[in-house]
């Protein structure tokens, strides 16, 4: 019988009981979700890094370079990426060729462009109102867009090294076949390789390289500005997650404390009628103490439940907001 007061108690005063199990719900509901989206996003950059094998640094040359022999000698995937600028009006997309070894392209939705077609990035698309299906006309051609892209050495999506935000209203990217671009570009002023692969020995690989073919640039993915802006966000973002979903749960844990120890204040009459009754200082703690415990029980688990099940589209939105495609990257 001594068991069932807290049930009793709680039944005869469920409003105000309510209320206190919807802040421990809110409270997990914060904490899973939090915690549970950002290891998301997390992990599935690392997959989206790893699967469509993120370049380890990337080089230009003035003449075309022996990618077989390079790849053989140094045992690495080397492979040349095209660009072009279109510009119409105060917007530019900078289309890359479909690469096949390193820097491959994700598609996010819809499929690899054919020929006659073109994928794009989905924040210049959504900022241009262009969906999957439309036909837009590049120098006089009619272009299909077939889907939405993310490129791995691309993923923070300006249109300049220097740019600190990106713009897609005016600037975004995209890929069509390089049978396609060749009908754009008649010729090139330099040579574009990435590459993917560790090389223990980078200044012989660079001396043979520019002694051979004219190295004109060179650069590390750990100098790489876009790389390197979203895997800060991605180490920010993982801590500021714990410490808010934490805050809320102190916050929570708090109020719940004073909240409860108001109730038991006000229930002297009760405990001395239990005490009149019999029973000893053990027995009565036991039982309230179960308040907490009910509380937790209803409240916590359905908020924990809510977070996961709510967690996919809380970290499609935070996504959108870090501007990272690799959302999808699983």
């Not at 998301?40 to 990337?58: L, S």
């Not at 690469?99 to 392209?105: A, I, R, S, Y």
């Amino acid at each position: 019988m001594l068991k069932k007061i807290p049930l009793r108690i709680m039944w005869r005063d469920k409003s105000h009981f309510l209320g206190i199990i919807l802040l421990v719900l809110l409270a997990s509901f914060g904490y899973a979700i939090f915690s549970i989206l950002i290891t998301n996003i997390d992990t599935n950059y690392k997959n989206f890094v790893e699967r469509y094998n993120q370049e380890n640094f990337h080089f230009t040359t003035f003449f075309p370079i022996d990618i077989e022999a390079l790849e053989k000698k140094y045992n690495v995937l080397i492979e040349e990426k095209f660009t072009w600028d279109y510009e119409y009006g105060d917007k530019l997309i900078r289309f890359f060729n479909i690469t096949e070894k390193v820097n491959k392209p994700l598609i996010l939705e819809g499929k690899i462009p054919k020929l006659g077609e073109i994928a794009v990035d989905p924040n210049f698309a959504q900022a241009n109102k262009l969906r999957i299906g439309d036909e837009i006309y590049i120098n006089g051609k009619k272009f299909r867009i077939s889907g939405f892209v993310a490129l791995p050495d691309y993923i923070y999506i300006t249109k300049n090294e220097t740019d600190m935000l990106p713009d897609p209203i005016h600037f975004g990217i995209g890929i069509m076949s390089f049978e396609d671009m060749k009908n754009f570009i008649s010729s090139v002023a330099f040579r574009y390789y990435m590459v993917k692969g560790n090389i223990s020995d980078l200044a012989s690989f660079k001396t043979e390289v520019n002694s051979k073919y004219t190295m004109l640039s060179f650069q590390e993915k750990n100098e790489n500005f876009r790389i390197i802006v979203t895997e800060k966000k991605m180490e920010s973002a993982k801590p500021m997650a714990f410490v808010i979903s934490g805050t809320i749960l102190i916050i929570s844990s708090i109020l719940l404390f004073i909240v409860l120890r108001r109730l038991i204040n006000s229930m002297h009459a009760e405990i001395g009628t239990l005490y009149a009754l019999g029973y000893n200082r053990k027995e009565i703690t036991s039982t309230y103490i179960l308040f907490p415990i009910y509380i937790w029980a209803m409240g916590a688990i359905p908020g924990s439940i809510l977070g996961y099940v709510l967690s996919d589209p809380f970290t499609k939105c935070l996504c959108t907001c870090l501007n990272c495609d690799e959302r999808r990257a699983v």
